[in-house]
């Protein structure tokens, strides 16, 4: 399913939720009528590639919108340069049964452009009832944890000196149970626990002005 919106940096943004299936969603200006897609058979890891099971909906490269798309050996790429409230997302389906059992790891390499800047990472815990979903994001020396809610977007924790600016770094998300374990290059960095968390469906975001590069997306069990 494909959808288009506006999210302003730390605003407010309704969106709406995807059914089970792989989706895409994008953000840039208007709301556009969903386009289903159908689930693709299942593939080996090898089959897959380097991002994984978002592999299969990743877009050709080409210009939509804001966003660039480009796609090679190494994995995947997005690049914006115009637009610093423009949000663009690709998530698996979720089955209810691997409900805190998942580990989740990306590798990214995030180099921001701009007065803002923009950051990139991991999507988790996208709820298609609500919209709603946690992003797991690096700029150029910050890791950041954002929770998108009815209330907007906003940060739930932030660490700054451990990001390996201008390389590729490894995000994790580790569930156990409810509590998330979140990790950068190997090393914890925290974790939380609520009722949002150890669940939903997974993928990869990008937000804000940058040029943006992802590997090794994985889900494991």
Known sequence: ???TFNLRRLGTSMIAGA?????IGTAS????APR???MPVAQTAAQQGPMGPVSEFLPATGQDGVWESYNGPEGFGMRNRTDSDALRYFYASNDPADAGKRKISVQIRAVPEGKIGGEAGLLYGYDAATGNYFLLCINQDTLSLYRRDE???NMMMSTSGSVRSGEFNTLTITEKGSYIDIALNGSSTGGIENDFT???AVGIAAWGT????FTDFSIKR
Not at 19 to 23: F, Q, S, T
Not at 29 to 32: P, R, S, V
């Open 198 to 200: 150890g669940k939903g």
């Open 210 to 213: 940058g040029q943006f590069e």
């Open 19 to 23: 059914v089970a299936m792989l989706a």
């Open 36 to 38: 289903n897609l159908e």
């Open 29 to 32: 200006a208007q709301m556009q």
């Open 151 to 153: 209330t907007g977007m």
């Open 1 to 3: 399913m494909l959808k």
